[in-house]
């Protein structure tokens, strides 16, 4: 075991023992490779430098009271992985070799799982990107898959406690017949701007609207944005985000809890009418939301006005700690324990 400061990990990367890396050649994947260097050696005509052919997941393993180690719904990783190689035209990564991939990134590593008391967690990286060259814009011959991992903490420093966010129409994330719905690098990088310019002013993170309208709620920065409003659990539904696995999975505690659930358009001019709003993700878990600023149009939304979270998302955010941690049983069975 590591001696680590565990309980004050910020969602950051640290250097683990060991990484994991898979080549797609001559139209197969070959073995599992494992290397100690946090660096790759790649071609200079390489797609994935020059075209953006490369997406990513994020999943996380936690270990319980009972010392187990425990994935969370890794196969909708994976099958979100193969939607992204889809839409860029990349080899798909079989969940066969993801598994496989992920169950010995973590075993080399389970020095840096993070203990159960401390609340945090190993957050898993898999990374796709198009390793042969071209260039001609077209999709590469060769695909690299490269497993890191390393211990984190909140991605917001504040934790559970509530955030702000930004409306601003100065900057688009992604176009709505483009790639917001897949987990492509580019989207990301579209986003930088208006999150420095948050960051400037003070924000946690941006409220992207759709781009089409700037009139409906499209994703919350790194994480999608949830809504309660009496006894309803509602979530945008767009083509230009993407689907979360927090999220289908809090839509599903909802469901447990006796809430309804609405997965549809919401408008900004909704955000007035919502009892507790907050961002969901992997990384973000669940952040709630304290005030929404819309700049151009001069509007302010708040929530948690005693300065905590909102009951409903405090049950959430409760309930699916628990589920990943071991604490509740998995009686959806998310859960995957790996052998260490
Ligand atoms: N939206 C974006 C843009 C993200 O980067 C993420 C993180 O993966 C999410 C939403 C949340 O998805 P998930 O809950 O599957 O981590
Ligand atoms: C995640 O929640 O896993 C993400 O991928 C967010 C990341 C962009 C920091």
Request: charged fraction near 25%.
């Amino acid at each position: 075991m590591q001696n680590l400061d565990w309980a004050n990990l910020p969602f950051g990367y640290m250097k683990t023992n060991y990484n994991v890396r898979c080549y797609y050649r001559n139209g197969k994947w070959g073995e599992l490779e494992v290397s100690s260097s946090e660096y790759v050696s790649i071609h200079i005509a390489a797609t994935g430098l020059h075209y953006g052919q490369e997406a990513f997941e994020g999943l996380k393993a936690f270990k319980g009271k009972d010392g187990k180690v425990r994935v969370f719904r890794w196969q909708e990783n994976a099958k979100r992985l193969q939607n992204s190689s889809k839409g860029i035209m990349m080899a798909e990564v079989p969940d066969e070799l993801f598994k496989k991939a992920m169950d010995l990134v973590i075993k080399l590593n389970a020095d840096f799982i993070p203990p159960y008391e401390s609340g945090a967690s190993l957050y898993i990286r898999p990374l796709l990107y198009g390793s042969g060259a071209q260039v001609g814009v077209k999709p590469a011959n060769e695909y690299t898959l490269i497993m890191f991992v390393t211990p984190v903490g909140p991605y917001f420093k504040e934790g559970f406690k509530p955030v702000n966010m930004l409306i601003t129409r100065d900057f688009d994330r992604a176009a709505p017949l483009g790639t917001g719905s897949i987990k492509v690098g580019g989207n990301y990088a579209a986003s930088l701007r208006s999150i420095d310019k948050a960051h400037q002013l003070n924000f946690s993170n941006v409220l992207f609207l759709d781009a089409r309208e700037k009139k409906y709620i499209d994703e919350c920065g790194p994480a999608n944005f949830f809504a309660i409003k009496g006894d309803t659990y509602i979530t945008p539904e767009s083509k230009s985000i993407l689907p979360s696995i927090t999220n289908m999975s809090l839509l599903e505690l909802a469901k447990d809890l006796g809430l309804r659930v609405e997965r549809r358009p919401v408008l900004e001019t909704e955000l007035g009418d919502f009892d507790e709003v907050g961002a969901c993700g992997t990384a973000a878990v669940i952040s709630p939301i304290r005030e929404i600023v819309d700049m151009e149009n001069n509007k302010q939304y708040q929530y948690c006005k005693d300065g905590n979270a909102g009951k409903v998302s405090t049950i959430l955010y409760h309930k699916l700690r628990a589920i990943q941690y071991g604490d509740e049983s998995d009686t959806h069975n998310w859960v995957t324990v790996i052998e260490i």
